[in-house]
């Protein structure tokens, strides 16, 4: 399993970024895939996840501004971020879960492939 990151950037409180990431060796009809975000000082939090069953779960801190989604054909998962603000900068992190099996439990513990991140700066 191979995760590519990118999309990261700087932009003012109240702007929008559009995170990717390519993901190879990953069979799209069985996944678990999570966004995690690490800022300095602080421990890598999951911020939101995906199965193949479909449902995301977020956390709360962005819930209603960040949208989960992948793309089967492209072989890519997003992060919309949208009405970003300063205490979202951090580095983002795409994770797998690789023994993740159709109707198991999809949890941000159960990763085990990570990408190399892309960083998210917020201004005020």
């Known amino acids: 399993v191979q995760l590519v990151e990118s999309g990261g950037g700087s932009v003012q409180a109240g702007g929008s970024l559009r995170l990717s990431c390519k993901a190879s060796?990953?069979?799209?009809?069985?996944?678990?895939m999570a966004w995690f975000r690490q800022a300095p000082g602080n421990e890598r939090e999951g911020v939101a996840l995906?199965?193949?069953?479909?449902?995301?779960d977020y956390a709360d801190s962005v819930t209603g501004r960040f949208t989960i989604s992948r793309d089967n054909a492209k072989a890519t998962l997003f992060l919309q971020m949208n009405n970003l603000k300063p205490e979202d900068t951090a580095m983002y992190y795409c994770?797998?879960?690789?023994?993740?099996?159709?109707?198991?439990?999809?949890?941000?513990?159960?990763?085990?492939?990570w990408g190399q991140g892309t960083q998210v700066t917020i201004s005020p």
């Open positions: 994770a797998e879960d690789s023994f993740f099996r159709s109707g198991g439990f999809c949890g941000y513990y159960g990763m085990d492939s």
């Open positions: 060796g990953i069979y799209w009809f069985e996944y678990c």
């Open positions: 995906i199965d193949s069953d479909g449902k995301p």
